[in-house]
């Protein structure tokens, strides 16, 4: 990373020369890198476009932000923001529509569309709607809203991949509370089936779903051996530490003839205290005033960082 006394002097952007992320930031008391600023940066956003909207979801895309960043900042997939229909792409299926506003933040972070749209998120006639239209947007490979369907449209994307001979890897961005739908199941079985090692379902293990803990509505665990018993590769890495993450993608374009979930154990609402942990944060956005002592507590991660003014 480049730092001149403690500031970072400019972000690493190995994938598009549009990339809009944070110019500086000063570390007080620990160094923070440059995809941990990038983080903290997107969650403003987010805190922005929700306030904008006056509705939407803050718990979860506040927590998933560093498992997007690490996919879309980190060197591990494959993509061109400038030409998003590149026929040799990656392909990332948002299979938790409703974690659009941190979905859109990072697509706009990554270049695909200018940063000004964001705050477009839910209007009227905006390409950014509530859950992702993919004819609307490019860099949306997969509509989505109702649970349960991206894993099923990612091994269709996997699969076609594979009978085209493309190198391409297929990601299904989903969460632990879509795990209740059925319809994954049968799509987890029939990865297994047909041993898509193309195929990496990244899961945002946060915990928490509309109206309750998950392990209240609905137990998951044992999760990973649930996988394994369908000949899946589980991995479980920190969800707010890139580096894990972007290893574990890494390490899952390695495994052979299975496919790979990463489970990424997060914190929904992380790094704004009232939401933290907090289900009832599912569904909600903030008011003006939420708004603003989340974002200044973002804005200087509870006194960890410093703006350049201050
Ligand atoms: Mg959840």
């Known amino acids: 990373m480049d730092t001149i006394n403690g500031k970072i002097k400019k972000v690493?952007?190995?994938?598009?020369?549009?990339?809009?992320?944070?110019?500086?930031?000063?570390?007080?008391?620990?160094?923070?890198?440059?995809?941990?600023?990038?983080?903290?940066?997107?969650?403003?956003?987010?805190?922005?476009?929700?306030?904008?909207?006056?509705?939407?979801?803050?718990?979860?895309?506040?927590?998933?932000?560093e498992q997007y960043v690490a996919l879309y900042f980190g060197g591990v997939l494959n993509h061109r923001p400038g030409e998003p229909d590149w026929a040799e792409?990656?392909?990332?299926v948002l299979s938790n529509g409703h974690y659009a506003p941190a979905f859109y933040a990072v697509l706009a972070r990554a270049g695909y569309f200018p940063l000004e749209e964001l705050q477009t998120l839910r209007k009227f006639g905006s390409r950014l709607q509530g859950h992702p239209h993919r004819k609307k947007l490019l860099g949306i490979e997969a509509s989505s809203g109702p649970l349960g369907e991206g894993l099923s449209q990612a091994i269709g994307l996997a699969l076609a991949a594979k009978m085209d001979g493309k190198k391409s890897q297929i990601y299904c961005l989903t969460s632990d509370g879509e795990?209740?739908?059925?319809?994954?199941?049968?799509?987890?079985?029939?990865?297994g089936k047909l041993k898509l090692d193309n195929l990496t379902a990244i899961l945002?293990?946060?915990?928490?779903?509309?109206?309750?803990?998950?392990?209240?509505?609905?137990?998951?665990?044992?999760?990973?051996?649930?996988?394994?018993?369908?000949?899946?590769?589980?991995?479980?890495?920190?969800?707010?530490?890139?580096?894990?993450?972007?290893?574990?993608?890494?390490?899952?374009?390695a495994i052979y003839e299975k496919p790979v979930l990463i489970i990424c154990h997060s914190i929904p609402g992380k790094d704004v205290d009232f939401m933290e942990w907090k289900f009832e944060w599912h569904g909600l956005p903030p008011n003006k005033e939420q708004a603003q002592i989340?974002?200044?507590?973002?804005?200087?991660?509870?006194?960890?960082i410093i703006s350049e003014d201050s």
């Not at 989340?294 to 960890?304: D, E, I, S, W």
């Open 12 to 65: 690493s952007t190995r994938k598009s020369k549009k990339v809009c992320v944070p110019e500086t930031v000063v570390i007080k008391n620990s160094r923070i890198s440059a995809l941990d600023s990038l983080s903290c940066q997107i969650r403003q956003d987010i805190i922005n476009m929700l306030l904008e909207a006056k509705s939407g979801h803050s718990a979860g895309p506040l927590g998933v932000v």
């Open 89 to 92: 792409r990656d392909k990332v």
């Open 179 to 191: 795990q209740d739908e059925g319809q994954v199941w049968e799509a987890v079985l029939l990865a």
């Open 204 to 253: 945002d293990r946060n915990n928490i779903q509309i109206d309750g803990y998950t392990e209240d509505v609905m137990p998951l665990e044992p999760l990973k051996e649930k996988y394994e018993a369908f000949n899946w590769h589980v991995l479980e890495v920190d969800g707010h530490n890139i580096e894990e993450i972007i290893n574990a993608i890494s390490h899952a374009k």
């Open 294 to 304: 989340a974002l200044n507590q973002l804005r200087t991660l509870n006194g960890r």
